[in-house]
């Protein structure tokens, strides 16, 4: 039978992912649906499933995270950021003395554009995100009963106190067995977490694990891609203007006349990657 000859450990490693690899990454995309259809009939979207669905997510503490993401994501944003310009300005086309100076003034205003992102981002309501996420990524996916038994679960005292000790000991150690897992927390919470991911619910929830960690990772993805273009045409018309001053600058006191081609604005709102979606 699937997942009751899977060790715990191996459970354990992947119920992680569910609960939090879907909020901690950010990607260009807008969302769209990637969950493999189940044929089990799901019962309809109603405001009392709503609730439940609302309930799931508040269980896998997502929205208390966001500041936490928006923090750890500033490298992240900067990276993006500049990527964007590099590209939407076409700065690899500038010989090596322009492109130093180009440089310079992209590294100047890079700080503040991601100052700005993470002010905007820290200004997004993520309970209210989180649940709209839930509702199509679990709610077309889950039935009601479905949804009680996992909130059950990731609510749960016992889960609370095995699982952060457990996701701990995967990082450092992959390889721990069944034997390590049950010296770290316990003969009766290893019985009691073994018998909950044993619920048809959980079992369910470790298959589509993967496509709802991609599906969070774009939803998140869209709205940094939202944020950052918003702030990025704030500063469009001052960078692209030192940058145009930088292009036409006469080699060695010559006119220069200005490039044919040259870009008419500025793209600062690239997000590239989706890797840390959620905590």
Known sequence: M????????????????????????????????????????????????????DAFIDSLELAPNWPHYVEESQQAFADDVRSGIVNGAQLDDLPADKRAKADAVVDEMIPHIVQDMKTELLKVDAVAFYHELGYDVYGKHFTTRELKDLTAIYGSPLYHRT??????????????????????????????????????????????????????????????GKVSESVGRSYSTILLEKLKEIRDEAPEGKPEAPPENAPASVQVNAPASAEKATQ
């Open 2 to 53: 699937p997942c009751r000859t899977t060790t715990l450990a191996l459970i354990a490693f992947v119920s992680c992912i569910a609960a939090f690899s879907g909020a901690d990454a950010h990607a260009q995309a807008a969302p769209k649906n990637r969950m493999a259809a189940t044929p089990d009939k799901i019962d309809p979207l109603t405001p009392a499933k709503k609730r439940m669905v």
């Open 163 to 224: 699982m952060p000790r457990i996701f701990e000991q995967r990082q450092i150690k992959p390889d721990s067995t069944d034997d390590d897992l049950r010296q770290l927390v316990g003969n009766a919470d290893f019985d009691a977490l073994a018998k909950a991911m044993q619920r048809p619910a959980f079992i369910k929830m470790l298959k589509i694990a993967p496509a709802a960690a991609e599906a969070t990772s774009e939803y998140v993805g869209a709205l940094v």
